[in-house]
């Protein structure tokens, strides 16, 4: 009779370690399944939400560049330029000569024109048209609209260069704006500093 409890209790243990064993086996498999059920393939792309105020550099498709039907000729009128930031526009002049700088916002004649996947590059005198260049930020938008249409520069950055400096008119392989004036600022007196500010294409508006 003792051996034959004994036996039954020993039974029982077996039972409720095979029962506990099959049920952790279970919930095992039920986590499993309720965490691939959540999370994305291994083939899914990860999007990374951009912040709406970060500048990204410009990707425009090739319809968005710029094509001019004919080159200014130096003196001619290209278009005019506007900074959001300070309420101000002026004309842009082809070229870069006294004559011309007085008119406005000279375009360096070994440049591309605005809009061209290339380094366009504008100049302007500390004491007239960018007398308040230096109060411009990065992010802030530059408007530059020609015949060819209207362009959408942001800023990247600032420097301070030398003026004989020639990394400044250097081609760049994406749409970028190069605005040169002298330095520093307020001060009409003979100076060997260049104030440079570059900005890069986000968006066109074609005429073409």
């Known amino acids: 009779m003792h051996r034959v409890a004994k036996k039954q209790l020993s039974n029982l243990k077996v039972f409720w370690i095979d029962a506990a064993f099959v049920a952790a086996l279970i919930a095992t498999l039920l986590v499993v399944v309720f965490l691939q059920d959540r999370l994305p393939p291994q083939d899914a792309a990860v999007v990374v939400p951009i912040p709406p105020n970060a500048t990204c550099p410009a990707t425009l498709p090739e319809e968005s560049v710029a094509t001019y039907d004919s080159y200014p000729e130096p003196g001619d009128k290209v278009g005019t330029i506007t900074f959001e930031s300070l309420g101000l526009s002026w004309p842009i002049i082809e070229g870069t000569e006294d004559d011309q700088l007085s008119r406005g916002v000279g375009h360096y004649i070994g440049s591309v024109l605005p809009g061209i996947e290339d380094n366009s590059i504008l100049s302007g005198h500390r004491s007239t048209v960018f007398a ?77």
Request: with cysteine.
């Open 132 to 208: 308040r260049l230096g109060e411009l930020k990065k992010g802030d938008r530059i408007l530059v609209e020609t015949s060819a249409g209207t362009f959408v520069y942001v800023i990247v950055k600032f420097k301070v260069v030398d003026r004989s400096d020639q990394t400044v008119i250097q081609p760049s392989e994406d749409p970028t704006l190069t605005l040169t004036t002298c330095y520093p600022f307020g001060n009409v007196a003979n100076t060997t500093k260049a104030y440079i500010v570059t900005a890069e294409l986000v968006s066109s508006d074609l005429k073409n």
